[in-house]
């Protein structure tokens, strides 16, 4: 181990087999971890290759067990979203995609910094069980045709030993290990296709459009030369997704589009998940175009297939599908306030990241690993970017988990809101489609490569 790290450290290139040895070692905690982090380090500061970063995240995903989703009889595809505000779109396409035939094995993650967790807003449903073991995962999928849990203790280990030493070194921000992180687990799931959904603008993680596009590039290059047919849509997060960001009304938003109803307010959540869900449809060899997806999924909300398949999916993890039956009356915040404009004008901008955390403080997100989050505690954002408001009516309303927890969010939300006389610029809802082809483009004009 040490070679190995006087070598990254002074710039060169490892074999696969080294990189194997590193991600090995960490997942059987035979590499102690000042070794494993100062590799880390070394990584960091001189950049792993293309071939280093497959090889990394080739290793890790085989680290530990892997699902197979061979007995299933479908193609195996799943969206992974690099994380936002009122990001919902999970609860939408996994359902969708499995509605036109595709198997949607979806392993989630939790809140996480400004961003809210799909596993997290789940369990505002009463019962809902996100910790399957694999056959029972496998169960759900054969019944449902989708299924979304946590990850299990033995799915690639040396994520997890190597992500906590991340978290503690300062070596999160690096684009090879952020994508051997993500893969390592998708691939674990064994999937024919993948969608990832790369944010950009003021809520996303990496904050420059080019670092976006960069990764995004290196992600779907990596995931295909894994043998996975991936692309990557760059989609805006200069404002949260739809109006609800939080845990249970982030559910009751995404069930009232599932009934077939269309409320304008929400139409940017509707249109992207139409075509996050036709591009994995599309993936899956169901049509012959992302378009022909987007119009089976389209089908698949007006009838109400992807509805009863998403409860179906409910039941099966052992929630109560009853509390949607008026998710207004099971919303039950200990604290409600709502935040009117404060004047007249046109909502300029927004700082997603501080609506992000603003979300947090209410209780909907949690401050430390493993604490508690609060099922009712959230915001709806009444107002778009560009939308006109007039001094007095409704821009938001919070829902803390006590009357203590309501000024810090408005105060942060107060700040993060910017009202001006002056439109802004129009932000495309997806700027751009990575596909294998675009990535080789990206990579190759890209300086680290
Ligand atoms: N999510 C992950 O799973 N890993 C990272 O490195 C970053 C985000």
Redesign the pocket.
Known sequence: MIDIIRKKRDGAALSAREIGFVAAGAASGAIPHDQLAAWLMAAWLNGLSLGETRALTLAMRDSGEKFSPARLGKTAVDKHS??GVGDKTSFLVAPLAAACGVAVPMIS?RA?GHTGGTLDKLESIPGYRTALSLSQFETVLMRCGCSIVSQTPSLVPA?RVL?AL?DHTGT?ENPS??CA??LS?KLAAGLDALVLDVKTGSGA?LKSYEECEYLAALMVATAEAAGTRTVALLTDMDQPLGQAAGNWIELAESVDLLRGNRPPAIDDLRELSLILAGWMIHLGGKTGSPLEGYQLAEAALTDGSALAIFFKMIDAQGGDVSVFEDPAAFHKPGATRVVDAWMSGVIASMDTTSLGWAVQRTGAGRENAGEPVDPHAGIVFHARRGASVVAGEPLATIYATNEGMLDEPEAILRKAIHISEEQPRPVKLVSRIVTPEVAAEILAEAPSC
């Open positions: 690099s994380g993650g996480l994520d992500y991340r999160v290990l952020i992180s993500i687990k993680f």
